[in-house]
């Protein structure tokens, strides 16, 4: 518009300078343009410049970020992975250590089960001598208690046909005990014509100067055919003094008294402190 109303106005002399400064202006107003656009177009090219720097700039970020991530991931891995390795390595020296102690415990157990069963085996040895020689003992005293009976019963048979064996004391003793008590013992033999066992009733008297006491006897009656033994305990009576004992018999219609001096009774060394230490009573034959 301002190009035309320049030309309108122009006089006609003057139209080539006119229209000279017109296509001047207008070379100058395309310059201008120029420049101008040239200056959008570099700023255009800065801007895109700028925007791929900041891209570059991004993705150098980025690239750098996810570096240091993995760097410290790859560390942090390798830390926990050593760690771990490091406890698993301590806890199998440990499980070594402990299988290794287990191992020599039971080496230990073997050994000392080894020595229990070789010394079983050889007490199970000697046991098994002990108890051969304890069966060949028995044996032979059941022969020797076979032997002595048949000789026994020849005996009383020859003593039947020559009209038997009188009631008789064929030992006796009493023995000092703990706590003012003693021990007596009696061996009885008779041997009636018949072959009969007989009844028989044995009585022991303490006696003193003033007065005397009956010692009870359990049982109160025996069977006799051939030797009886009467043992038994008690305990004299408080205050009482014994100077002799008497003992009475009574089997088969035939009557025995026999009167010991209580020399019988006198005390012995190393007597038990109590009655509750006692053996028991011994029912081994007299010796007179």
Known sequence: MRVQFVLRFCSQPARLSCKDSVIHSLKRKQHSFGNHSASISGVNSSQRGASTLVLVLFVVAILVTAVV??????????????????????????DSTKATQ????????NKIATNQAATA?????????????????????????????????????????????????LGAKISPLPENAFEYGF??????RDGQAK????????????????VPLDPTYH??????????????PSGFRALQAKLT????????????????????????????????????????
Do not use: C
């Not at 009844?199 to 005397?212: E, I, Q, Y």
């Not at 055919?225 to 004299?236: A, D, N, P, S, T």
């Not at 018999?249 to 012995?268: F, M, P, R, S, T």
């Open 69 to 94: 991530g993995l760097v410290f991931g790859h560390k942090l891995g390798y830390q926990r992975g050593l760690h771990l390795m490091e406890t698993e390595a301590k806890q199998a020296v440990i």
């Open 121 to 169: 085996k050889q007490e199970l040895a000697i046991s098994l001598a002990n108890l051969k020689d304890l069966r060949d003992s028995q044996q032979e005293l059941a022969i020797e208690n076979k032997q002595v009976s048949q000789l026994n019963e020849l005996y009383s048979d020859v003593i039947r046909k020559k009209g038997g064996m009188p009631l008789q004391v």
């Open 223 to 236: 069977m006799i055919e051939g030797i009886v033994r009467i043992r038994g305990r008690f305990v004299m």
């Open 187 to 192: 061996d009885i033999g008779m041997l009636s």
């Open 199 to 214: 009844l028989l009733t044995p009585v022991l008297t303490l006696l003193n100067n003033d007065d005397f006491v009956e």
């Open 249 to 288: 018999l009574q089997a088969g219609g035939q009557q025995v008294e026999q009167l010991y001096d209580w020399k019988l009774g006198d005390n012995v060394d190393n007597m038990l402190p109590s009655l509750l230490d006692l053996p028991e009573i011994d029912e081994s034959p007299i010796v007179p």
């Open 102 to 109: 287990a191992l020599e415990d039971l080496r230990l157990s």
